[in-house]
């Protein structure tokens, strides 16, 4: 994924929080609940920061010059996959794929 398409997704998903927050407000009752027709959108506009934040991880991760490298990196991003699994905190999330990542690399 290119550097171009991951910042069309950010424009897309600026835009998508934008409509959910100015035009779903305005249809949604006052309750805040929004009628049948647009029911899908607010589920789908939560889904759609996780889904950018792996495709960043993704192309930082496995992207080299538009060739597919896999290196320590990779290895660390699935030890902090592993922990958010694990529902550790964000900053032991971090700290382990860092660790795991330089301890590989201190090994090669």
Same mark, same amino acid.
């Given at each position: 994924?290119?550097w171009?398409?991951i910042?069309?997704?950010?424009?897309?998903?600026y835009?998508?929080?934008?409509?959910?927050?100015?035009? #779903?407000?305005? $249809?949604g009752?006052? /309750?805040?609940?929004v009628?049948? %027709? @647009?029911a899908?959108?607010?589920?789908? &506009? *939560?889904?759609?920061?996780?889904?950018?934040?792996?495709a #960043?991880?993704? $192309?930082?991760?496995? /992207?080299h010059?538009?060739?597919? %490298? @896999?290196?320590?990196?990779?290895?660390? &991003? *699935?030890?902090?996959?592993?922990?958010?699994?694990?529902? #550790?905190?964000? $900053?032991?999330?971090?700290?382990?794929?860092?660790?795991?990542?330089?301890?590989?690399?201190?090994?090669?």
């Amino acid at each position: 994924m290119s550097w171009e398409a991951i910042l069309v997704l950010v424009a897309g998903s600026y835009g998508a929080k934008l409509f959910g927050t100015v035009v #779903l407000a305005r $249809v949604g009752g006052t /309750d805040g609940a929004v009628d049948g %027709r @647009l029911a899908w959108f607010p589920a789908m &506009v *939560a889904l759609i920061p996780p889904a950018l934040f792996a495709a #960043l991880i993704a $192309v930082q991760t496995l /992207d080299h010059g538009g060739t597919l %490298r @896999l290196d320590a990196r990779v290895v660390g &991003v *699935a030890a902090g996959a592993v922990a958010v699994w694990r529902k #550790l905190p964000f $900053v032991v999330v971090v700290l382990l794929a860092m660790a795991v990542t330089a301890a590989i690399r201190w090994q090669t």
